[in-house]
């Protein structure tokens, strides 16, 4: 458990240093779209693919692949529909503010910390799993997640404007290692060795990203703010808390159980503000929505992650 809670406190130092450059004007607000680039047009990708193509083929592969992907699609189905009940029953004012808060609550950041923090304390096996969550979500950011969210727009979205969000690099990067893994096909030595060095860039990347996103956030304000306060207990503590005790007695190996619930345990997406803006809706609500969430995770997934190896025995 000390060796858990030393390699979180790394990662979470990374985002302490995002943080200062950021402050320090080392890192500037405007530096943020390149290295965002950077992270999820050539690192993320890289590691993607050497995750899923480094694993080896089996019939219990199969068998705990599908598992999670139904776990997930349960996962977000079911959290959609409690959290749009909740935010009517917390009487959250301004109505229209709702959806924007269900799906804060229901959103999960496990590309962009999922990924780096999973295989620190998991290694290889856990990335791939937080990979097929991960796959999972951008279904679910790019479907669901607009009805719960509303519209103040008018015209109704293509099948186009619905698909393209998710083909970016991320999905067709876990599309091409999945080839990969199930044609046997291998990458090149050389080759596969560039992109894991690459692919490791993404953990400090990532963790800079997001101290940079405190840097840049008042969180006197979002801390305040009391319907913040509930949807963050609400998505931080209820909900892994419900997932765990839900997948508990599932037959399922312990560790694609343990991913499910560690992914239901990362802040919101940091997509959400950004779906609230092109739906016309409350998007600095959605971004403080994201910042607060994100905080309180620096508590959250460390002791989920304890729990989880000690449960577990990962």
Do not use: H
């Not at 950004?274 to 997934?301: D, W, Y």
């Amino acid at each position: 458990m000390v060796v858990v809670f030393t390699k979180v406190l790394e990662i979470f130092a990374i985002l302490g240093i995002g943080f200062i450059a950021n402050r320090k004007g080392i890192l500037p607000s405007s530096a943020s779209p390149y290295l965002t680039n950077l992270l999820l047009v050539i690192a993320t990708p890289c590691l993607i693919v050497t995750s899923i193509a480094s694993k080896e083929l089996t019939q219990d592969t199969i068998k705990e692949t599908i598992f999670v992907i139904g776990a997930n699609i349960v996962f977000f189905a079911v959290g959609a529909l409690a959290a749009m009940l909740l935010m009517k029953a917390f009487k959250i004012e301004p109505v229209e503010d709702r959806g924007v808060l269900s799906v804060v609550v229901c959103s999960v950041n496990s590309g962009f910390m999922g990924f780096p923090i999973s295989l620190m304390i998991f290694g290889q096996e856990g990335l791939y799993y937080m990979v097929i969550c991960n796959m999972v979500l951008t279904f679910y950011l790019y479907s669901l997640a607009f009805i719960q969210i509303g519209s103040k727009n008018n015209g109704k979205r293509t099948f186009k404007e619905i698909a393209k969000p998710m083909m970016n690099l991320c999905m067709m990067a876990a599309v091409l290692g999945a080839f990969l893994l199930f044609t046997g096909i291998k990458i090149p030595g050389p080759l596969f060795e560039v992109m894991e060095l690459l692919g490791d860039a993404t953990i400090p990347l990532s963790m800079i990203l997001v101290g940079m996103l405190f840097g840049e956030s008042d969180l006197k304000s979002t801390i305040m703010d009391k319907r913040l306060l509930k949807v963050t207990f609400l998505g931080m503590v209820i909900w892994p808390v419900v997932t765990f005790a839900a997948l508990y007695f599932v037959p399922m190996a312990p560790m694609p159980k343990a991913m499910v619930v560690f992914s239901s345990a990362f802040p919101s997406a940091a997509v959400v503000p950004a779906l609230a803006q092109r739906q016309g809706m409350n998007a600095k609500l959605a971004a403080q929505g994201v910042t607060f969430t994100t905080l309180v995770s620096m508590v959250t997934i460390p002791v989920m992650a304890l729990i989880l190896m000690y449960v577990y025995g990962l």
